[in-house]
Nanobody, 126 residues
Framework: QVHLVESGGGLVQVGGSMRLSCAAS????????MGWFRQAPGKDREFVSG????????KYADSVTGRFTISRDNGRSILYLQMNNLKPDDAGVYYC???????????????????WGQGTQVTVFS
């Protein structure tokens, strides 16, 4: 297991930008595929973006493609999500998640993701 802590959430205006971070404690981060998910009130948790353990392949939900960028710094054990041109539908609690079992597959569902952060709230206002 790995301990994950998200940060960087808050209030942002429609059209604005925000960068979320997910700091991992312990060893092994550089071997974990990672993902970002979000959950709006009254809705199911949904996939936002995923990245392989070495960062060479990424995936995005259709709703964020072209606006969000996932990246990772394995030397610092941090996962990032750069969010640009934010929309009201992007609001919610954002969670990072890790798959600590070896895989070369980019996470795009919650399957196999066995460590989750506590989430960070993103509020988009007009």
């Amino acid at each position: 297991q790995v301990h994950l802590v998200e940060s960087g959430g808050g209030l942002v205006q429609v059209g604005g930008s925000m960068r979320l971070s997910c700091a991992a404690s312990g060893r092994g981060f550089d071997m974990y595929a990672m993902g970002w998910f979000r959950q709006a009130p009254g809705k199911d948790r949904e996939f936002v973006s995923g990245i392989t353990y070495i960062g060479d392949i990424t995936k995005y939900a259709d709703s964020v493609t072209g606006r969000f960028t996932i990246s990772r710094d394995n030397g610092r054990s941090i996962l990032y999500l750069q969010m640009n041109n934010l929309k009201p539908d992007d609001a919610g609690v954002y969670y990072c998640a890790a798959r600590t079992t070896y895989t070369t597959v980019v996470p795009a569902t919650t399957t196999g993701l066995n460590s989750w952060g506590q989430g960070t709230q993103v509020t988009v206002f007009s």
